[in-house]
C-alpha cells in the first residue's frame, strides 16, 4: 500500500511550464506504475500520462503528447510530470496514481492509490 502526495501545481500563463511532483513515503513506490490524471469543471477525470515500475515504458493522451513528460527518479521517491507549452485547456485538479502491476497503464479503475491532487490553471 503506497499514499501518493502530489504538489507542484499553481497559475501560469499560456506556453509556460510547471512540474507536478508525485511522491510517497513508501520505498515500495518504486515498484508501482504511476499515472497522472485529470479533471476539469464539469467534465470526467481522463487520463494524462503514465509510467511502469521501470521508467522503460511511457504512455500519453494524444492532446498532451510532444508537451507533456513524464519521468521518475526511484532515489527520491519521486513521479515528476512536466509540463510545456500548457494551453488554457490544460486547466484541471491533477491526480497521480499507482498501481500495483508495475505497468504504464490508461484506464483509472486499473489505479488503487489516488493522491488529493494538486490544481493546475493556465491563463490566456
Known amino acids: 500500500q503506497v499514499q501518493p502526495v502530489e504538489s507542484g501545481g499553481g497559475l501560469v500563463q499560456a506556453g509556460g511550464s510547471l512540474r507536478l511532483s508525485c511522491t510517497a513515503s513508501e520505498r515500495t513506490f518504486r515498484s508501482y506504475g504511476v499515472g497522472w490524471f485529470r479533471q476539469a469543471p464539469g467534465k470526467g477525470r481522463e487520463f494524462v500520462a503514465a509510467?511502469?515500475?521501470?521508467?522503460?515504458?511511457?504512455r500519453y493522451t494524444d492532446s498532451v503528447s510532444g508537451r507533456f513528460f513524464i519521468s521518475r527518479d526511484d532515489a527520491k521517491n519521486t513521479v515528476y510530470l512536466q509540463m510545456n507549452s500548457l494551453k488554457p485547456e490544460d486547466t484541471a485538479l491533477y491526480y497521480c496514481?499507482?498501481?500495483?502491476?508495475?505497468?504504464?497503464?490508461?484506464?483509472?479503475?486499473?489505479?488503487?492509490?489516488w493522491g488529493q491532487g494538486t490544481q493546475v490553471t493556465v491563463s490566456s
Open positions: 496514481a499507482a498501481n500495483d502491476l508495475g505497468t504504464a497503464r490508461e484506464s483509472n479503475r486499473l489505479y488503487r492509490y
Open positions: 509510467i511502469n515500475w521501470s521508467g522503460s515504458s511511457t
